[in-house]
Antibody, heavy 122, light 103 residues
Framework: QVQLQESGPGLVKPSGTLSLTCAVS?????????WSWVRQPPGKGLEWIGE???????NYNPSLKSRVTISVDKSKNQFSLKLSSVTAADTAVYYC???????????????WGKGTTVTVSS | EIVLTQSPATLSLSPGERATLSCRAS??????LAWYQQKPGQAPRLLIY???NRATGIPARFSGSGSGTDFTLTISSLEPEDFAVYYC?????FGQGTKVEIK
């Protein structure tokens, strides 16, 4: 059973770079799935940040694209998120998730990490 | 860019009642729509995918329907553990959520 675990600093200074890692256990990151990052500001809804395939192909939310980099490390079975030039608006719970291909050849987030809270503050 | 609009924002019901949640897409998404449940302090959980297929382990009281632009999540008889926030999702877009609260 695949499990995901986010890790990284819980506090980042304004204008700094947020860096998180998602460790994949119970399965291979090289399987035929996309791997996503999603965030949720306090008291608000879900926002998709971006996704990566094990080949390294990525897609990003256009509203964050200039600041986001998602990478994969197959040797460590993990993928990572970097978000630069952060402000208080980037304070949120950050989730990683697996996008599983359904019978209709579409993708849905069927496994999620527990989430990690990142606060942007000086 | 597809926009998903959920209604109502809040649904106040009693245990045992039927819950009907709506999600409307700004353009046709065929049947490529999912529903998630999120409880306080927890990650979202996939309930329904491809508009009407229950995910693994999801009870039969949860059902999804619709295609094109109009979708519905129905909980046939609310259990105490069903009071939560529900989101619809189309690939990279989430709706704003519907909170199902105890009346």
């Amino acid at each position: 059973q695949v499990q995901l675990q986010e890790s990284g600093p819980g506090l980042v200074k304004p204008s700094g770079t947020l860096s998180l890692t998602c460790a994949v256990s119970g399965g291979s990151i090289s399987s035929s799935n996309w791997w996503s990052w999603v965030r949720q500001p306090p008291g608000k809804g879900l926002e998709w940040i971006g996704e990566i395939y094990h080949s390294g192909s990525t897609n990003y939310n256009p509203s964050l694209k200039s600041r986001v980099t998602i990478s994969v490390d197959k040797s460590k079975n993990q993928f990572s998120l970097k978000l630069s030039s952060v402000t208080a608006a980037d304070t949120a719970v950050y989730y990683c998730a697996r996008d599983l291909e359904s019978e209709s050849y579409y993708y849905y987030m069927d496994v999620w990490g527990k989430g990690t809270t990142v606060t942007v503050s000086s | 860019e597809i926009v998903l609009t959920q209604s109502p924002a809040t649904l106040s019901l009693s245990p045992g009642e039927r819950a009907t949640l709506s999600c409307r897409a700004s353009q046709s998404v065929s049947s490529y729509l999912a529903w998630y449940q999120q409880k306080p302090g927890q990650a979202p959980r996939l309930l329904i995918y491809d508009a009407s297929n229950r995910a693994t382990g999801i009870p039969a009281r949860f059902s999804g329907s619709g295609s094109g632009t109009d979708f519905t999540l129905t909980i046939s008889s609310l259990e105490p553990e069903d009071f939560a926030v529900y989101y619809c999702q189309q690939r990279r877009t989430f709706g704003q959520g519907t909170k199902v609260e105890i009346k």
